[in-house]
C-alpha cells in the first residue's frame, strides 16, 4: 500500500517519476491568472492565524462545509477565526475524492511542513503550528509566493482601478513579479442600468473624463486601458457566460448608450448588441497594444437570490451552465480575424461538455503568426481537479498541440493555492509516464522531459512575450 501523498504522489510508473523528479518538479511558476489582492502584496502582510488566509474568502471551502451542514455563522457569519477552522477541520475528513482533500493536505506540507491529516483531533495542534509560521518573515505574502518559487503572477483589475499597490511593487524591485490584467467586465455590464449608470461615475472619476455620450464612454475606457498598458499591462481578461457576437451598426450602439444614460431599461437585443460592440473594441484595443485576451466561458452565477442578497457574488452560489458557445465563438473570433486585429487569445469553458468544442475551435484561427496563438486554456473553477484536468489534457492532445500548452494557473484568492500547479504538473508527468511505459510514446525522455518544462513554464514566458520579465528558467535534466 502507498503511503498516502508522498513523494510519489499521483506518478504511478517509474517514468513518471523520472519526469516530474527530474524535470518537472523545479520549474518555476507563471500563474497569469489569478484574484489576489495586490494590496496585500505591496504591504507584504503576514496573515494572523491561518483562518485569514486559508478560509476568508474561499468559496470551495465554503461550498464544501455548508454541504456538511455547518451554520453560515462558521461560514461566513461572526464566529471567531478559531471556531471556523474547527468547523473547516471537522468538514475535511468527509471531503474525501473531493480536490479540496488533496488541495488542503498539499498546501499543510508545503508551505507548512504538516504531513498528519486535518481532522477535529489534529486541528488545534495544526492552528497553532502554522498561526505561528504566519507569523515569521518566511510566512508572509511575499514569503509564501517565493516558497513555491513564483516567477510572475497577473491580478485581475477593474479598468477604474488605480494600479497604486502594483506600482508600489514594482517600485520595490521585488524577485517576483506582479503584473496587473485589465478586466472591463463591469464596464460592459447592462443588465441593470443603474448599476451601470453608477459605474460609470467612477469610470468618469478615473479616467476625468465627462461621460455623457458613447463615444465619451469609449474615450473614457480607452484611456484607461491605456494607462494599464503604461502600467506594464499585457493581459485582458473576460468573465462571461457566453461570447456576444450579435450584428450591430455604430449608430444603434450609440442610440443604446443614450438609453442607458437617460435611465431607460433595455431589450434583450439591445443588452447583447451593446455586449457585442463592448467585446469587439476591447479586442480590437488589445490587438493594437500586443495584449493576449482572455476569455472564461460557462459560469451561471449567483443562482441563490436569497444569499446573493445577504453575502453578494462570489460567496458560493455558482454553478457550471449549459450556454451554447460554438457559433457565436466562431462568429467573433472570425470578426477579429477577418479584420487582422484578432489578438492572442486563450479561451476557457466550464461546461466539460465543451472540450471537444473549445479544443477545435481553436484550430481554427491558428494561422501561423505564432506557436499556439490561440489556445483552450487549462481546467479551471469546478474542472481544476484530477478528472477535469486529464480530460483537458486528452482532449487538446487529440485535437492539438499540447506541446504548445501555456499550462495550468490557479485562478485563485489564496496564497496558499499555488500547490495546484504541482498537482498538475504531477498529473502530466504521469500521463506521460503511462504511455512510454505502454510504448505508445518512445522512451525519449530527455525530448519528453523537455516538452514537459516547456507546458509548465517555458511556453508561458515566451507565449506572454514575458522574456525580459522572468529570468529564464534552468532546464533540469534526471539525476
Known amino acids: 500500500m502507498k503511503k498516502f501523498l508522498d513523494e510519489h504522489f499521483l506518478l504511478q510508473t517509474e517514468t513518471a517519476k523520472q519526469l516530474y523528479h527530474g524535470f518537472a518538479s523545479k520549474m518555476p511558476i507563471i500563474d497569469y491568472h489569478n484574484h489576489l489582492p495586490p494590496d496585500e502584496v505591496a504591504a507584504d502582510k503576514n496573515f494572523e492565524n491561518i483562518t485569514r488566509v486559508w478560509l476568508n474568502g474561499d468559496h470551495y471551502k465554503w461550498r464544501a462545509m455548508r454541504a456538511n451542514g455547518v451554520s453560515e455563522e462558521y461560514i461566513t457569519g461572526n464566529k471567531s477565526d478559531w471556531e471556523k477552522f474547527e468547523a473547516w ?31 477535529p483531533q489534529t486541528a488545534r495542534t495544526i ?20 516558497k513555491m518559487n513564483v516567477r510572475l503572477i497577473c491580478t485581475t483589475d477593474d479598468p477604474v482601478d488605480d494600479l497604486a499597490f502594483h506600482q508600489q511593487i514594482r517600485h520595490d524591485n521585488w524577485q517576483v513579479k506582479v503584473l496587473p490584467a485589465f478586466r472591463p467586465d463591469k464596464a460592459m455590464n447592462v443588465d441593470d442600468v443603474n448599476s451601470f449608470n453608477n459605474y460609470l461615475t467612477r469610470l468618469e472619476k478615473a ?3 465627462s461621460i455623457s455620450t458613447y463615444n465619451d464612454y469609449l474615450a473614457a ?43 431607460g431599461a433595455l431589450t434583450m437585443e439591445e443588452n447583447r448588441k451593446f455586449k457585442s460592440a463592448m467585446l469587439v473594441t476591447f479586442a480590437q484595443w488589445d490587438w493594437e497594444k500586443g495584449f493576449v485576451q482572455q476569455y472564461h466561458l460557462g459560469a451561471l452565477r449567483n443562482n441563490n437570490s436569497r444569499m446573493m442578497q445577504q453575502l453578494g457574488p462570489d460567496t458560493g452560489w455558482d454553478s457550471i451552465g449549459d ?5 457565436a465563438l466562431a462568429k467573433f473570433l472570425d470578426r477579429l ?7 492572442k487569445t486563450i479561451i476557457y469553458n466550464l461546461n466539460p461538455a465543451d472540450n471537444e468544442l473549445f479544443a477545435t475551435m481553436i484550430g481554427n484561427f491558428n494561422d501561423g503568426t505564432a506557436a499556439g496563438k490561440i489556445q483552450w486554456g487549462s481546467s479551471w473553477w469546478f474542472l481544476d481537479q484530477k478528472e477535469g484536468m486529464t480530460k483537458q489534457i486528452n482532449a487538446l492532445s487529440n485535437m492539438g498541440l499540447l506541446s504548445r500548452f501555456v499550462g ?30 505502454n510504448g505508445e510514446l518512445p522512451d525519449d525522455i530527455d525530448w519528453i522531459g523537455h516538452m514537459i518544462q516547456n507546458i509548465c513554464y517555458n511556453n508561458a514566458r515566451d507565449y506572454f512575450n514575458w522574456q525580459q520579465t522572468t529570468e529564464p528558467a534552468v532546464i533540469q535534466t534526471p539525476a
Open 89 to 119: 477541520a471537522a468538514t475535511v475528513p468527509y471531503t474525501l475524492r473531493n480536490p479540496l482533500y488533496h488541495w488542503t493536505h498539499m498546501e499543510l506540507q508545503r508551505y507548512f511542513g504538516i504531513h498528519i491529516p486535518l481532522k
Open 127 to 146: 492552528f497553532e503550528h502554522t498561526s505561528a509560521q504566519l507569523q515569521q518573515p518566511s510566512h508572509s505574502v511575499r514569503g509564501l509566493l517565493e
Open 207 to 209: 479616467a476625468d473624463i
Open 221 to 263: 475606457l480607452k484611456k484607461r486601458h491605456d494607462y494599464f498598458a503604461a502600467n506594464h499591462c499585457s493581459v485582458s481578461d473576460h468573465g462571461l457566460e457566453e461570447i456576444y457576437a450579435e450584428s450591430y451598426t455604430s449608430t444603434e450602439i450609440a442610440g443604446i448608450f443614450a438609453k442607458i444614460r437617460s435611465g
Open 323 to 327: 450556454f451554447s458557445q460554438a457559433r
Open 337 to 343: 480575424d477577418r479584420d487582422n486585429t484578432l489578438a
Open 408 to 437: 495550468m494557473l490557479t485562478d485563485s484568492r489564496s496564497f496558499l493555492s499555488f500547490p495546484r500547479h504541482e498537482y498538475f504538473r504531477r498529473l502530466l508527468c504521469n500521463l506521460f509516464g503511462e504511455e512510454v511505459e
